[in-house]
């Protein structure tokens, strides 16, 4: 039963349970920052938009806090449930702090299924390292990773002071 | 060098039965490996790339390791012997085609070839006024190229659209060819829905004089007699990687009048006649848009790859895939939440059965096959507004080649079957 192993390892009930019923989805009326990424291999999409506190330029990034985070997209059951892990783990966090959550989370991505060796990196992960079966499936790494390449643009755009809305071609849907 | 293979080979068209294709099967030793621990490993996507049987590998790797030289330059021994076999192989999968050698233009692939092809209409002029039909059902590398040449050149791009069936809908066709365009591209066969478009219909239709008529052959030549002199276009586009043969290596067929009448697309070497510091004239066709170094030992495999569809017949691979379609179209018809982006009878379609798996992701239904090491192809398959047109984003494609066995449709349906249950969609 290794394959199925496999599968179950893949698809943990919390990823699972993170899918079916999604945390922050649901745009808001404002926003400081709005990213929108594509996955180019299947079409899934997040639109991503945050609020922050303390931005103001050349504003030390620990003290930028993110207050509000919102996004609607549509992707496989890793990409969903990975925004809606990223959503909870980086609310209220300063964007130092989601910065280095970002790295611990595309260091558990690049782990080829031995996942982390830093505790400490676990645990500020928490839910999110049920992922770490992804790291098995290098086409899939980018389904785990659409919501925070979103984040992390939305942000950068946010702390620029461009809350301006992301630019979609004509015609998508 | 125009030791041309017969067209026919086999033995008076008897039915490709399950015995000869289990024979054929061991000329393709990737079959026989296991993937995910253990599992047996089931091909079904051949129509984003074909497994190369054993003859076309050992036909590289001779040409590579006893005659590999560039062509169409130098006189030494070893590139006149690479020449030759270059040229060789043009003759021959030009006759596989049903083109003349002269009208089999070298590309890196489908998607050089229909971009060869942007590049030398608008060489030969394309400007505001004119107007560029395509269809709904392109695959990106027959949209994306004549959408760019709209924008460089002020041309107007309009489409014929796809119906709810997965087919073309021709009712626009005779207003579109009434406001004479000067392209005319389409599909021969999607590689999304699997419909094959009614060529007879669409280049039948007098479209005027300045019209050239672009074929995105990708889909055909690995699954049925495609002859272009017949088909009623003037430019082909095709890939060896899609008939069994090499990557890297492909061709735009054109006719000679055609060929003749557009410009260069590429520059460089091996397309010039005389070059001086502000001018070059360039070489007639098929040379004058074969710039660069070319795929030589490509070409060769390529060559290997018709020899081996040729012995088999593709009349017998169209019959045998047909029977396959038709029994993967009943088993996924049986499987509830289970709906074919494409037409449901095996009339005028090929074996690439594109599904929508209600209320599971393709990437998801995917992931659930290989693991029980069934390959198949989840995404858009590089066609976006055609699964826009049929209401999703993204699908499950079952793609079906002249190795895929009953078997093998058996074990997709039933693992399709299991996929709703295991994500716990009712």
């Known amino acids: 039963m290794g394959s199925a192993g496999g599968m179950e390892q893949l698809y943990q009930q919390l990823i699972m349970d993170h899918a079916k019923d999604p945390s922050h989805k649901g745009l808001g009326e404002s926003f400081d920052g709005e990213s929108f990424q594509v996955n180019p291999m299947c079409g899934d999409q997040v639109r991503l938009q945050v609020q922050l506190r303390g931005q103001t330029p050349g504003q030390a990034s620990d003290a930028i806090v993110l207050n509000g985070l919102a996004w609607d997209g549509r992707g496989c059951s890793i990409s969903q449930a990975s925004v809606s892990m990223m959503s909870e783990l980086v609310a209220g966090r300063s964007a130092r702090e989601i910065a280095r959550l970002e790295e611990t989370f595309m260091a558990l991505m690049r782990s080829r299924g031995e996942g982390l060796t830093d505790p400490e990196e676990e645990e500020a992960l928490g839910d999110a390292l049920a992922f770490e079966g992804v790291s098995r499936y290098p086409a899939r790494i980018k389904c785990a990773l659409l919501g925070w390449m979103a984040l992390k643009d939305a942000l950068a755009k946010a702390e620029v002071g461009d809350a301006s809305p992301a630019a979609i071609p004509e015609g998508w849907e | ?426």
């Open chain 2, 1 to 426: 060098m125009t030791d041309l293979p017969p067209r026919v080979a086999h033995d008076g068209g008897a039915r490709l039965g399950c015995d000869e294709v289990a024979r054929l099967r061991a000329d393709f030793p990737v079959l026989g490996r296991c993937v995910r621990d253990g599992k047996p490993l089931i091909y079904l996507d051949s129509a984003a790339t074909t497994q190369r049987p054993r003859s076309v590998i050992d036909a590289v790797r001779e040409f590579d390791l006893g005659s590999y030289a560039a062509v169409h330059r130098g006189a030494h021994a070893l590139a006149e012997e690479a020449t030759l076999a270059f040229e060789g192989a043009r003759t021959s999968v030009a006759a596989f085609l049903g083109a003349e050698p002269g009208e089999l233009v070298v590309t890196t692939g489908t998607t050089g070839a229909i971009n060869t092809a942007a590049f030398a209409i608008e060489s030969a002029g394309v400007g505001v006024g004119d107007l560029i039909v395509v269809t709904e059902a392109e695959h990106h590398s027959n949209l994306v190229p004549w959408q760019r040449l709209a924008s460089r050149t002020g041309a107007e791009l309009a489409w014929i659209p796809v119906g709810e069936d997965g087919r073309l809908d021709l009712g626009v066709v005779d207003d579109l060819a009434a406001r004479r365009p000067r392209v005319v591209a389409v599909t021969g066969a999607s590689n999304v829905t699997g419909a094959c478009t009614d060529l007879a219909a669409l280049g039948g239709v007098d479209w005027g004089p300045r019209a050239i008529r672009v074929l995105d052959a990708a889909q055909m030549p690995g699954h049925g007699v495609v002859c272009f002199r017949d088909l009623g276009f003037d430019l082909a586009a095709v890939s060896a990687h899609k008939m069994y043969g090499p990557t890297g290596v492909g061709a735009l067929l054109g006719s000679q009048s055609v060929l003749e009448q557009l410009g260069p697309a590429w520059t460089g070497g091996s397309m010039v006649e005389m070059v001086t510091m502000t001018q070059a004239t360039f070489q007639p066709p098929p040379q004058r848009f074969e710039a660069g170094t070319q795929p030589v030992s490509q070409m060769v495999g390529w060559a290997a790859a018709v020899r081996y569809l040729t012995a088999i017949g593709m009349d017998r691979i169209a019959a045998r895939e047909a029977e396959l379609t038709a029994r993967l179209l009943e088993g996924v018809g049986g499987v509830a939440g289970v709906r074919v982006l494409g037409p449901l009878d095996t009339r005028d379609r090929s074996g690439v059965v594109s599904l929508d798996v209600s209320g599971v992701h393709p990437h998801d239904v995917g992931q659930f096959l290989d693991s029980l090491g069934i390959a198949v192809r989840v995404g858009h398959h590089c066609a976006q507004p055609v699964h826009r047109a049929l209401g999703v984003h993204a699908s499950t494609r079952v793609s079906l080649g002249l190795y895929s066995t009953k078997a093998e449709v058996d074990a997709v349906v039933k693992a399709l079957a299991q996929v709703r249950p295991f994500f716990g969609v009712a």
